[in-house]
């Protein structure tokens, strides 16, 4: 069973445009991470926002978190063909618990 | 290695068959984790090691998976009697430190089993 929802499930942009993911889950974390998955690959950490954090930045990464909405957001800045992947939040309540995942379509 | 490897990235079984996925996890990791992805799905959580200790297997989905450790390195996951809904990714993940909690994982790339 899987605790987190992705929204939206798919989202194609253009390059150079801002691209937003969410998840919602249900229960208390210790913290909350974000991963990406290319194609045939597996999972690459992007960031990890702990619970008692609200805003992180990594590169051109924005992560936000709202404990009392129990959701997260990933802003990907000024993206690139190269961020066209899956991206999955991962809630961290003892163990990982991933969401469905976004699939994310940057063209060229 | 410098990351995770597995092997073999790609199994086809019969149904009814035994098959062994292995990991190598980076060296001097101490936690690893297995997990099982469907397609178009996140990864689900199956077992944790802490070195050769299983701690957690709650996410096994059968008494036909198996997972072990036994030297606190490698780790192989065995599932007998294969059925067509274990037909999946099947990853595995390590971190440095004990326990989970805001430990990064590193993930391998994967088995992709087939059962047919």
């Known amino acids: 069973s899987q605790q987190g929802e992705e929204d939206p499930q798919a989202l194609s942009i253009q390059e150079g445009e801002n691209a937003t993911m969410n998840c919602s889950y249900k229960?208390?974390?210790?913290?909350l991470q974000w991963y990406r998955q290319n194609s045939g690959r597996g999972l690459v950490h992007l960031i990890l926002?702990?619970?008692?954090?609200r805003e992180k930045h990594s590169g051109r990464l924005r992560v936000t978190l709202d404990t009392s909405k129990k959701s997260s957001s990933l802003l990907i800045t000024a993206s690139r063909a190269a961020d066209t992947a899956s991206y999955f939040c991962?809630?961290?309540?003892?163990?990982?618990?991933f969401g469905q995942g976004t699939t994310l379509q940057v063209k060229p | 290695g410098a990351g995770v490897s597995q092997s073999p990235r790609y199994k086809v079984a019969k149904r009814g068959q035994d098959v062994a996925l292995r990991c190598d996890p980076i060296?001097?990791?101490?936690?690893l984790f297995w997990y099982q992805q469907a397609l178009g799905q996140g990864p689900e959580f199956l077992t944790y090691?802490?070195?050769?200790?299983?701690?957690?297997k709650s996410g096994l989905p059968s008494d036909r998976f198996f997972a072990e450790r036994p030297e606190g390195s490698v780790s192989t996951l065995k599932i007998q009697r294969t059925q067509q809904e274990d037909s999946a990714v099947y990853l595995c993940?390590?971190?440095?430190?004990?326990?989970?909690?805001?430990?990064?994982?590193?993930f391998g790339p994967g088995t992709r089993l087939t059962v047919l």
């Open positions: 993940a390590s971190s440095l430190a004990q326990g989970i909690i805001y430990n990064e994982q590193f």
């Open positions: 229960t208390s974390i210790n913290n």
């Open positions: 926002i702990r619970s008692n954090e």
């Open positions: 991962a809630t961290d309540t003892g163990k990982l618990i």
């Open positions: 060296s001097g990791h101490v936690s």
């Open positions: 090691f802490q070195n050769e200790a299983q701690l957690d």
